[in-house]
């Protein structure tokens, strides 16, 4: 994904914000972790290594921020925890869950949007957006569930 830093600075400037230090570091935490769906915590675990001096409740307001202004989007798996990613102009992507280890992997095709079309063809509701998650178990956790049932199979 190709990031526009003026864009983001613009968006701040707009609404009288500056892209200071802080809010820079997380950015770039988020932007150079942009396919691991990172939790507040793992944003400031990442920042605080070259910023020891920046609290938590930094990233939290700086990611409350960034969401207002449509820099990022909060995604929420369903764990608890709420992780976040780059607003991306194109339609949000789907997610694949593995119910074994937690992975999140990235679905970029989209077929609903043929489906919304059709939703609001009668003019009864307008979508502007929809979240779509699958879960189920990744390659690697698959293979460990398959072994683990051919050696109970074996041992019975």
């Known amino acids: 994904m ?55 409740a930094t990233v939290y307001r700086t990611l409350q921020l960034f969401e207002k202004l449509n820099i990022v989007y909060k995604v929420n798996f369903d764990d608890g925890c709420s ?33 919304e079309e059709e939703i609001e063809r009668d003019g009864q509701f307008t979508i502007v957006d929809h979240n779509v998650k699958f879960y189920g178990y990744c390659r690697e956790c698959k293979e460990k569930l398959e072994n683990e049932k051919s050696q109970d199979d074996k041992s019975h």
């Open 83 to 115: 992780r976040y990613e780059l607003t991306s102009d194109s339609h949000h992507h789907h997610h694949l869950i593995c119910m074994k280890c937690g992975k999140v992997m990235e679905v970029k095709l989209d077929l609903l949007e043929a489906l």
């Open 2 to 56: 190709q990031i526009d830093l003026s864009n983001i600075k613009g968006k701040l400037q707009n609404e009288g914000y500056k892209l200071t230090t802080q809010r820079r570091a997380i950015l770039k935490a988020i932007i150079d972790n942009n396919d691991d769906h990172l939790s507040v915590e793992d944003i400031y675990n990442i920042v605080r290594k070259e910023y020891p001096e920046l609290g938590i």
